[in-house]
């Protein structure tokens, strides 16, 4: 993510590191899951979709610099509300690109960690679901509902 080029990775870079300058559990546990105190692809899966909920958060209301050929410094310019749907298309693109460069490392995790019997390995990935969707689900609508994200980060 940090060495590909792209609008949209620029946007997950961002907000990956506004994310860690939350500090508590945004910076704790992606450290113990890269220490490996921590071994849960579901932890990872929700630190991972936290960093892109809180980037799609950081590109709708930080400021953004706008550079112009005539001054050598930006200038940091908040969007405005006009500035919306074109934000709302390019959030879906994030998301998007969140879903690409998570997927692989996601299934490389589940099969990882599941089972090598059939029956037993179903068993486990849609105990998994169970619990990954609704995580998901919750701190998309803390994003959504504007209850803040350390509300949502404290599910």
């Known amino acids: 993510m940090f060495t590909f080029v792209g609008e949209e990775l620029e946007v997950l870079r961002t907000g990956c590191f506004k994310y860690f300058e939350l500090g508590g559990e945004c910076i704790q546990g992606p450290v113990s899951l890269l220490s490996g105190i921590k071994q849960s692809p579901l932890l990872l899966a929700a630190h ?3 960093v892109a909920f809180y ?6 209301t930080h400021p953004h610099p706008i550079y112009s050929p005539s001054s050598k410094k930006p200038t940091y310019v ?9 934000l709302l298309l390019k959030s ?6 969140a879903c ?9 995790e ?5 089972p090598s019997d059939t029956a037993r390995r ?4 849609a105990g998994m679901a169970r619990v990954a969707i609704p995580v998901l689900v919750a701190i998309g609508c803390a994003f959504a509902y504007g209850g803040g994200w350390r509300v949502g980060l404290a599910l």
């Open 100 to 108: 690409i460069v998570f997927g692989p490392l996601l299934w490389s």
């Open 110 to 114: 589940i099969r990882w960690w599941s």
């Open 78 to 86: 908040t969007p405005t509300i006009d500035q919306y749907p074109s």
């Open 48 to 50: 991972f979709f936290a």
């Open 92 to 97: 879906i693109r994030v998301f998007y690109t």
């Open 55 to 60: 980037a799609i958060w950081v590109m709708f």
């Open 122 to 125: 179903n068993k486990v990935l």
